[in-house]
């Protein structure tokens, strides 16, 4: 036996490809997935791609085993696993030809709500089915009951019209039924359109330099460079979990309601780290709801794969070999598996559920988990008719919180949930422009980090002018209970939104939709993240540079951190 890259062992028998090569032809692989990103992000109508990066793309080998991704939502990566066998197993891999692209949203199948519009394509090296490529994007408007974003949806067909698998593309001709269908279907079909296109795009662009690196390279190569990729993350993933510490573990938490309701719904996860594998078991948490929070089971597995990776190999590309380890299990008919036709277009369960499985974690693990960031993505969108175009908008965005703190530093402030990976805000001058909103302060909130002998970070607070009429969509599921601390910390108050503040209509909400007039205002005040350790313990200089910064108030530096002068 030979010594692998970065120490790995190489398991693989005679004539198998050499570490070197196998290293340049991942390099390779991942650089046509980012290729694909940078042409879906040039090429795309809606903000919520170009700017927030809402998407997710993969590149799969004729096995349906993912071996390259680009940056993106998280959610999305891990998710297209799940939806590409899906797809590939209801139109028949027999019946796909060259130049097709298929799109699939049903939720069950597509591992998300009906909006998040999955393309595949099979990639064709003369008669042969080489690989797959899939990207994942957010659509605004597919004819749901409502525009923008579904908040109160009771099954699946009020959130939007649903393509099991269907072929827009067959042989590389546009099928202009089904695409004039999507296009009379949507209230902002030119965004609708111009998004698909783009997502055809960036699939055009992986299905070239994916042929590119088989010419090169000669496709021996590459398939024997994908087992060797795929043994090592199997490998690595199976011995990070072996050095972490071994048991079961079980947190609760809770979402704040359903969207029909204002009761709470219990959220259970029970976590197992033992023999190389890693299992994520919510048994206990709530049934079904009538409101759509419910999660699709592939979804679930999204955000599994998610901690488990960050735990495992955060710095190393994923492949299928990462995930092999993993097991998830929910009942079907559960808050984390639903089935037809329970309602599921507002997702941020599995958002509330990352801290949820993080939460068990810190039980066995302390030293190695941060507390609690900000519990939830504070999301808003406003829907409106824009009055220089005539035409309807609906813009959208994922507020920042602090991140929880560390055992060994303080959390980040104001900065994309950790389950949001590289997806950003969007700008405010993209906001003001493309909606009736205008932002009369944006600014990080002070004390809002729970205290600790490492502070979590602070959340953010925007006050905004209604400009236009139109209506405002506040998508959060964690304003009723607190983000955890650790370790002895304080937990930060959650995050709000208050509508119509300083009137007699003034009050607080979490989803909601709310019609708007000019001259209305909304203030948006996002979570810090929880502290970890005791708050007495922090170095005196730490708290007076926060003071001095205005991070923490000098009454909270005598208070909690018992700072003699506050300053």
Not at 368 to 389: C, E, K, N, Q, W
Not at 515 to 540: C, F, K, M, S
Request: proline share 6%.
């Amino acid at each position: 036996m030979t010594e692998r890259l970065n120490g790995a062992v190489d398991r693989a028998t005679d004539g198998a490809i050499d570490g070197a090569t196998a290293e340049v032809v991942r390099s390779y692989l991942l650089a046509a997935a980012e290729e694909m990103r940078a042409t879906l992000i040039r090429t795309s109508f809606n903000p919520v791609i170009y700017e927030v990066h809402d998407f997710g793309m993969s590149m799969y080998d004729a096995d349906l085993r993912l071996i390259a991704e680009a940056t993106g939502l998280t959610f999305f990566l891990g998710a297209n696993d799940f939806s590409l066998r899906k797809g590939v197993e209801y139109v028949g891999r027999e019946n796909l030809r060259p130049g097709d692209v298929v799109l699939l949203n049903y939720p069950y199948w597509n591992a998300a709500h009906a909006y998040d519009a999955t393309l595949f394509s099979p990639i064709f090296q003369g008669e042969d089915l080489v690989g797959f490529l899939c990207v994942r994007a957010h659509w605004m408007d597919l004819g749901a009951k409502d525009p923008g974003y579904v908040l109160d949806s009771t099954d699946m067909h009020q959130e939007g019209m649903i393509f099991p698998g269907t072929k827009v593309f067959s042989g590389g001709e546009p099928n202009r039924e089904i695409i004039e269908l999507i296009r009379f279907n949507s209230r902002m079909p030119d965004l609708v359109i111009g998004d698909l296109n783009a997502q055809v795009a960036a699939l055009r662009t992986g299905e070239r330099r994916f042929l590119e690196i088989l010419e090169k390279f000669g496709r021996p190569t590459v398939e024997a460079a994908v087992e060797r990729m795929i043994e090592d993350g199997e490998a690595r993933t199976r011995a990070a979990l072996a050095a972490l510490p071994q048991g079961t573990w079980t947190a609760v938490d809770w979402v704040d309601d359903d969207g029909l309701s204002d009761e709470p719904v219990r959220m259970q996860a029970t976590v197992t780290v033992e023999d190389g594998t890693f299992t994520v078991d919510f048994a206990g948490s709530a049934p079904a709801t009538r409101g759509p929070i419910n999660m699709p089971f592939g979804a679930t597995e999204a955000i599994c794969k998610v901690i488990l990776k960050s735990l495992t190999s955060p710095d190393e590309p994923s492949n299928f070999g990462t995930t092999v380890p993993l097991r998830v299990l929910a009942e079907p008919g559960t808050l984390f598996h639903a089935v037809y036709p329970q309602p599921t277009f507002t997702l941020w369960t599995g958002i509330v559920a990352v801290e949820l499985i993080l939460k068990a974690l810190a039980q066995g693990m302390p030293d190695r988990l941060p507390a609690s960031s900000g519990g939830d993505v504070p999301g808003f969108m406003m829907v409106g008719i824009h009055p220089d175009t005539g035409q309807m908008f609906a813009v959208s965005n994922n507020d920042p919180v602090g991140w929880g703190a560390t055992p060994s530093h303080d959390g980040m402030n104001a900065a994309t949930h950790v389950s949001g990976s590289t997806g950003r805000i969007t700008p405010i001058e993209v906001l003001e422009a493309r909606t009736g909103m205008f932002f009369e302060r944006m600014e990080m909130r002070e004390d809002s980090g729970g205290a600790g002998r490492f502070r979590g970070g602070v959340g953010l607070r925007r006050d905004i002018r209604f400009v236009t009429p139109g209506e405002f969509l506040s998508v959060i599921k964690k304003t009723k209970s607190k983000p955890w601390a650790l370790e002895g910390g304080l937990e930060p108050d959650p995050n709000q939104v208050i509508v119509f503040p300083g009137t007699d209509r003034e009050r607080r909400v979490s989803t909601k939709r709310t019609v708007v007039e000019v001259g209305d205002r909304v203030t948006l005040l996002t979570a810090g993240g929880g502290g970890h350790g005791d708050p007495r313990e922090r170095d005196p200089e730490l708290v007076r540079r926060d003071v001095a910064e205005g991070y923490v108030s000098p009454a909270a530096a005598r208070e909690i951190y018992g700072l003699e002068d506050g300053r």
